[in-house]
């Protein structure tokens, strides 16, 4: 028995450390694969789909020799953005750019390096692209996990659901259960835990492994496994797993030793056991695949918790029948024998059918998740999940042998449709049923496809398709002064976005100036921070950002510091278009509605024969049916109407808080408007300088002020500042605003 415990420890010490990709990838990059550049750039940056561990993910600078040029971390303010800064000085050559991101969802790191090239392109320089293959200690960790869950909530919920219904007797000494079988039902779900806390501590193990890219020695020696536990959301969620798992053994004693003197108190801690297994079973589901869907992903997770939790009681609810069996059948033979199993089988069948119906339907959605397009299928996550589908085919007909067998109208069908075969072969066939070989089989193949399900969670997800998508680039080019700029926004929708400026004086590329760039959106008076752009190249000017948060007209304006500290402004007026957006998340289409409904319809006939009863018990005439259903349609639009006032008001607090600015600037602050607004500041607005704190103040609140704001002061004052003089256009006073606006970007 003791090895046992210890195989585990000794695969994680002889497995190499590996890493694998999870569902999170790169959606953007600056400088972009194999891009090639007349200069160095100052600064690599490295977007992701979902946040990072800072603690664990790093990026590295080699130049082609290998050597280590720089290093860099987490972005602070923004934890799905690996960035580094480059040294100052790099010769032309090919550089490598290795990533080492660990997402935070789910603990999984990736390892990949990307190539660009200062100068002229250098054969022979590759980057390597992350490895999708699940690594085998994980497997091991989450079948073992799985099967812990599976067996502890199966066999709780068989207890209530199954077992008590069909074996139950008020007269047995200690409980309503013989002690035989609740003896077994213990042991069962203290196996369950045990295996549970052997597959947590080797999940932090490998996960150990992974973020100190290290081996199971030095984890252990070094005690990296504790900076895993207080360092990473991975270890927040295992400390609470194990606690749970302590109060689960606690119950579980509490049951047994209180089980002869009081009865009531250990049947009640039985029928609570399976709410604690569903909730373990839906802490996996926060770190798997589902939480990294682009479909609701709040919704993703709980069609997938039900998928789960169907097959949670299949397959744990069989395992824990198949255990149960030889000791509840034991001092029983005969009739009485298939009597005993004929009432718990023909039970467990009837539980057991809507929820294959409710794995099917949910295993649909779960896919359509991630399956878009046919070269989804072609992937390592599409070649796991058609194994795991020949292995549920022959479950499917067991199950349906069982269940029809089960049942002396349909057998008398099976029977007529089966004359083909020998009467010998049609008689062990129920024969198997009645004496439970059906269910040990089932359970057998049960055990193997749960590998295939820890081998599928181990595995990443299809990357959409739309990171592939060209995208038309929308690009600027205007003339201000001396200079030449040309702006993009790319890809130009909402999300991530890179700002490129290429700035040319007369005939060459403007390599001595700094570019400073700041989005608006005018219609909410909304305003990015100015970006200091990093200069990638011999005039292109480039910064990165998530500012743009919605489709609609956008402005950009640019600010060209010359040597001398001039300052020539650029602005440009963009649509940005909904079609090039990072894809965070996609509208629900027909199909998914359909499994929709499907499962609200199941999980509705789930329920429907407690409902039955409830209405029996309650004896309804006519009128308190009539007046029930009416208390119920008032309760629901109670319910609808709360949750739209409850939308309006936090609709209406928004606008309290960001309301829509009234009256909306409609003058670009380009370089003709600031000209207009200086001489119109000069001539109506100098009186401000005699009001110098005041004044102060007013240039203090640039970086927050809106636009709107600034307008009421132009033509009412504030405070002690008095309004500008004269009379003045709408015209005049934006330009007055925006032009006294630039004093911040003076600052």
């Given amino acids: 028995m003791k090895l046992l415990w210890v195989l585990p420890l000794i695969l994680a010490a002889i497995l190499p450390p590996v890493t694998a990709r999870a569902h999170g990838y790169v959606v953007r990059a600056i400088p972009a694969d194999r891009s090639m550049l007349e200069r160095p750039p100052t600064r690599l940056q490295y977007w992701f789909s979902e946040d990072l561990e800072p603690r664990f993910s790093e990026i590295k600078l080699r130049d082609q020799s290998g050597e280590v040029i720089a290093s860099g971390s987490v972005d602070a303010e923004n934890h799905a953005l690996l960035s580094l800064r480059v040294p100052a000085g790099l010769g032309d050559g090919a550089y490598i750019v290795e990533l080492r991101p660990a997402f935070a969802s789910d603990g ?139 109060f689960c053994a606690v119950l579980i004693f509490v049951a047994e030793f209180y089980r002869a003197l009081m009865p009531g108190l250990s049947a ?47 397959t744990g609810g069989a395992l824990a029948l198949t255990l149960v069996l030889p000791a509840a059948l034991a001092p029983l033979d005969g009739e009485r024998r298939r009597q005993a199993i004929r009432a718990v089988m023909l039970r467990f069948s009837r539980m057991v059918t809507p929820l294959v119906a409710l794995m099917i339907i949910s295993g649909i959605y779960n896919a ?37 067998v089960l049942r002396p109208p349909l057998a008398a069908r099976l029977e007529r449709a089966c ?38 969670s181990a595995t990443p997800v299809p990357e959409p398709a739309s990171l592939k998508d060209e995208i038309e680039t929308p690009q600027i080019t205007q003339i201000v002064g001396e200079y030449t700029i040309t702006s993009a926004i790319i890809p130009g929708g909402p999300g991530v976005n890179t700002y490129d400026s290429v700035v040319w004086r007369g005939e060459a590329p403007a390599a001595d100036v700094n570019v400073h760039l700041q989005l608006v959106h005018p219609r909410r008076g909304v305003r990015s921070p100015w970006h200091q752009t990093e200069q990638v190249e011999e005039g292109l000017y480039v910064a990165a950002g998530d500012d743009i948060d919605e489709a609609g007209e956008w402005w950009s304006l640019i600010n060209i510091v010359s040597e001398d500290g001039s300052v020539t402004r650029a602005a440009a007026v963009w649509e940005i278009s909904e079609a090039a957006a990072v894809i965070q998340s996609c509208p629900p289409n027909v199909g998914h509605f359909a499994l929709l409904l499907g499962i609200i319809f199941i999980l509705a006939s789930l329920v429907q024969r407690r409902a039955r009863r409830l209405l029996s018990a309650l004896n309804l005439g006519p009128a308190s049916a ?23 008001r936090l609709r209406q607090y928004e606008e309290t808080l960001y309301p829509p600015p009234e009256p909306v600037n409609t003058v670009l602050p380009d370089a003709e408007s600031l000209r207009r607004g200086a001489a119109l500041y000069r001539e109506r607005c100098m009186v401000w300088q005699g009001h110098s704190a005041d004044f102060r103040a ?50």
């Fill in 419 to 456: 004359a083909i075969l020998p009467r010998s072969h049609r008689a062990w066939m129920a024969q198997a049923v009645a004496t439970g070989k059906a269910l040990r089989l089932e359970v057998l193949l049960m055990l193997t496809l749960l590998g295939a399900v820890a081998f599928l």
């Fill in 108 to 246: 999984h790191v990736i390892a990949e390096s990307r190539v660009f090239f200062v100068g002229e392109e250098v054969g022979g320089i590759i980057g390597s692209a992350a490895d999708d293959r699940a690594l085998p200690l994980e497997v091991i960790w989450r079948a073992g996990l799985n099967l812990a869950n599976f067996l502890f909530f199966g066999a709780s919920l068989l207890y209530a659901v199954v077992l008590l219904p069909a074996w139950g007797n008020r007269r047995n000494p200690h409980g309503i259960l013989p002690s035989r079988v609740t003896r077994r039902l213990r042991n069962c779900l203290a196996a369950a835990v045990a295996l549970a806390l052997l597959a947590n501590l080797v999940a932090l193990l490998q996960q150990s492994m992974v973020f100190f890219n290290a081996d199971a020695l030095q984890v252990i020696q070094q005690s990296l496994w504790g900076v895993v536990l207080i360092g990473s959301r991975f270890g927040d969620l295992w400390i609470f797993r194990l606690v749970l798992l302590i």
């Fill in 368 to 404: 359509a998740n991630f399956f878009v397009t046919p070269a989804d299928l072609d992937t390592g996550y599409g070649r796991t999940l058609a194994v795991k589908l020949l292995l549920i085919a022959p479950l499917l007909l067991i199950g349906a042998w069982q269940h029809i």
């Fill in 268 to 314: 009640g801690i039985w029928r609570g056991l399976p709410w604690l297994g569903a909730l373990f079973i839906g802490l996996t589901m926060v770190t798997g695949h589902a939480a990294g869907s682009t479909l609701m992903p709040w919704l993703a997770i709980a069609v997938d918790w039900l998928h789960a939790l169907a097959a949670a009681f299949w």
């Fill in 626 to 648: 009539l007046l029930a259903l009416g208390a119920l349609v008032v309760s629901i639009g109670v319910m609808v109407a709360g949750a739209l006032l409850i939308n309006e």
């Fill in 698 to 747: 007013l240039r203090n609140r640039l970086g927050t002020a809106r636009d709107d704001f600034l307008y009421g002061v132009v033509v009412g004052g504030w405070r002690e500042l008095p309004a500008c003089e004269g009379d003045l256009s709408e015209r005049d006073r934006w330009d007055i605003v925006n032009y006294f606006r630039t004093f911040e970007a003076r600052e």
